[in-house]
């Protein structure tokens, strides 16, 4: 049988731009779930419905750097 060839995983690249001070737990909780936690920093992720549902509930918090298919 031949094997079958996945498509590119489509990804997106993060970027912290506000500290999580003064916010409530949750919202820290999603950071860190996404790899982030100081400004700036930034994380390649793959592009699926609960990365998605994460960086929206944090969106006052990142912003979405690039997007890759």
């Known amino acids: 049988m031949a094997e079958k060839k996945s498509a590119p ?3 997106l ?10 916010r409530p737990a949750v919202q820290t909780a999603t950071l860190k779930g ?8 930034t994380r390649t ?3 699926t ?3 998605r549902g994460m960086i929206r509930s944090i969106q006052h918090l990142v912003e979405i750097v690039e997007e890759r298919k």
């Open 49 to 51: 419905p609960a990365v």
């Open 13 to 22: 690249t993060v970027r912290q731009i506000r500290s999580a001070n003064r």
């Open 34 to 41: 996404l790899g982030l936690g100081k400004i700036n920093r």
């Open 45 to 47: 992720l793959e592009d």
């Open 9 to 11: 995983k489509k990804t």
